[in-house]
Antibody, heavy 120, light 109 residues
Framework: EVQLVESGGGLVQPGRSLRLSCAASGFTFDDYAMHWVRQAPGKGLEWVSSISWNSESIGYADSVKGRFTISRDNAKTSLYLQMNSLRAEDTALYYC?????????????WGQGTLVTVSS | DIQMTQSPSSLSASVGDRVTITCRASQSISRYLNWYQQKPGKAPKLLIYAASSLQSGVPSRFSGSGSGTDFTLTISSLQPEDFATYYCQQSYSSPPELTFGGGTKVEIK
C-alpha cells in the first residue's frame, strides 16, 4: 500500500524558514517523480514544485521560485521542501504526491498534508 | 507560463444527470492533461490522466476527451458520491510546470 506521510508544518513568522518532509513507502520510490502541491484555506489547488526520479528535472511555481527548494533522498525514500523567506500568502495545507511516471506528469497518490501557517 | 481555465466554476445538477466540465489551456498542451476530484477535507484523487485514460479503480461513468487546448471531463450519470470539486492540471511544460485550473464545484440541485 502506497503511503505518503508529510511532516514539518507549523506556525512560523514571516521571513523565517521551514523544512517539510515526506516519508514514502509501499512503492519503489526511485522509479517515480514526486510533487508538492498546496491549498490555502478555502481555495483551490496550487502546484508548488516537482522533481523527477533522478532529481535532474525540477520545476517551481513562479510564486515560490527563488525561495523554495525541492529535493529527494532515494536511499531514505523521502521528499523534502525547504521553504525560505516565508510570506503570509504561503499559508496553506501542503500535500506531498507521487507521480505515475518517472518524470513529472501528474499525481496518482497523495498524502494527507501538513499545515503551514505564516503569521506574526 | 501556461494558464488553465475551467468552466463553469460551479454547477448544480441532479443524480442521474450528465455533467460536462471544460478546461482550456492558454497554448497547446497536446494530451498532457489530468483530471482530479476533491471532496471536502480530503486529498485530491486522480480520475483521468493523459486526457482520456481512466485511472485504475475509477468508475467508467467518468470520461475525458480533448487535445491541444480544449478538454472535457464528462460524468455520464451523476451519482451521490460525485458531488465534489474537480480540477484539471496540465503537465506539458519543461522544466516541469503542472498548473491547475481553478476548479469546478459540482453541487446538488
Amino acid at each position: 500500500e502506497v503511503q505518503l506521510v508529510e511532516s514539518g508544518g507549523g506556525l512560523v513568522q514571516p521571513g523565517r524558514s521551514l523544512r517539510l518532509s515526506c516519508a514514502a513507502s509501499g512503492f519503489t520510490f526511485d522509479d517515480y517523480a514526486m510533487h508538492w502541491v498546496r491549498q490555502a484555506p478555502g481555495k483551490g489547488l496550487e502546484w508548488v514544485s516537482s522533481i523527477s526520479w533522478n532529481s535532474e528535472s525540477i520545476g517551481y511555481a513562479d510564486s515560490v521560485k527563488g525561495r523554495f527548494t525541492i529535493s529527494r533522498d532515494n536511499a531514505k525514500t523521502s521528499l523534502y521542501l525547504q521553504m525560505n523567506s516565508l510570506r503570509a500568502e504561503d499559508t496553506a495545507l501542503y500535500y506531498c504526491a507521487k507521480d505515475y511516471t518517472a518524470v513529472p506528469r501528474g499525481a496518482d497518490y497523495w498524502g494527507q498534508g501538513t499545515l503551514v501557517t505564516v503569521s506574526s | 507560463d501556461i494558464q488553465m481555465t475551467q468552466s463553469p466554476s460551479s454547477l448544480s445538477a441532479s443524480v442521474g444527470d450528465r455533467v460536462t466540465i471544460t478546461c482550456r489551456a492558454s497554448q497547446s498542451i497536446s494530451r498532457y492533461l489530468n483530471w482530479y476530484q476533491q471532496k471536502p477535507g480530503k486529498a485530491p484523487k486522480l480520475l483521468i490522466y493523459a486526457a482520456s485514460s481512466l485511472q485504475s479503480g475509477v468508475p467508467s461513468r467518468f470520461s475525458g476527451s480533448g487535445s491541444g487546448t480544449d478538454f472535457t471531463l464528462t460524468i455520464s450519470s451523476l451519482q451521490p458520491e460525485d458531488f465534489a470539486t474537480y480540477y484539471c492540471q496540465q503537465s506539458y511544460s519543461s522544466p516541469p510546470e503542472l498548473t491547475f485550473g481553478g476548479g469546478t464545484k459540482v453541487e446538488i440541485k
